[in-house]
């Protein structure tokens, strides 16, 4: 049988966590509600956004954040999250932040966050970690941009697979404005057809009897 463990030391305990907290490349903070100022930040938070630590608790993280969705994409709206959580509403949560990086580049980082007490139950703030996501959210707004790309195509065989009025004579098109359109018009806007032209041989003999003991193909 293994021997107990002995008493944890806290002093070391905290040491290590100090050293996980400043060697990892996310960034960990502690957000006091009462200032809503960080009381803590580690040194990850300059390689997510350029901004050292001490930059970002003087001038506020949220400054940099250009748009701020939920887990599930729907769009977060920071001032209501915050009265929610000094009203102690809110639990765990995970938020993704688009941001403006200190060199000016736009990166997209996810929030986890969850509430702390004291010990007497009352709710203190909010600890948390922030990672990079920028290669994730680029994904998935390609894919999306993909859907939609198919989506766009599907509604355009949707629109040529219906009944078309056509002109028996001329082969206009009407469309569903009621307005009538060569045909070669009508599918080069409702699809990614393009049409150059010519004369079939029905046609040039039609126009052309002078051809007519020609090769016509």
Not at 45 to 51: A, K, N, V
Not at 62 to 74: F, Q
Request: charged share 30%; net charge neutral.
């Amino acid at each position: 049988m293994s021997a107990p463990l002995g008493p944890i030391d806290q002093t070391q305990n905290d040491a290590r966590l100090r050293l996980l907290a400043e060697t990892t490349g996310d960034a960990l903070y502690q957000l006091r509600f009462s200032t809503m100022a960080y009381d803590y930040l580690s040194p990850g938070i300059e390689s997510l956004t350029g901004y050292g630590a001490r930059e970002i608790m003087a001038m506020s993280f949220a400054s940099l954040v250009l748009e701020a969705t939920h887990a599930d994409g729907r769009p977060a709206d920071l001032e209501m999250l915050r009265h929610k959580r000094l009203s102690g509403q809110v639990g765990p949560i995970e938020l993704d932040y688009r941001v403006r990086c200190k060199d000016g580049r736009e990166k997209w980082l996810s929030d986890h966050s969850f509430p702390y007490h004291d010990e007497d139950g009352r709710l203190i703030g909010s600890v948390g970690v922030l990672r990079d996501i920028t290669r994730r959210k680029t994904a998935e707004l390609a894919q999306r941009r993909l859907v939609e790309d198919l989506r766009q195509a599907l509604d355009q065989v949707r629109t040529l697979s219906g009944l078309l009025p056509i002109c028996a004579k001329c082969k206009k098109i009407r469309d569903d404005k009621g307005y009538w359109q060569q045909i070669e018009h009508y599918l080069a806007s409702h699809s990614g057809a393009s049409f150059s032209h010519g004369l079939c041989p029905d046609c040039v003999r039609e126009l052309y009897p002078e051809l007519k003991g020609e090769n016509i193909k």
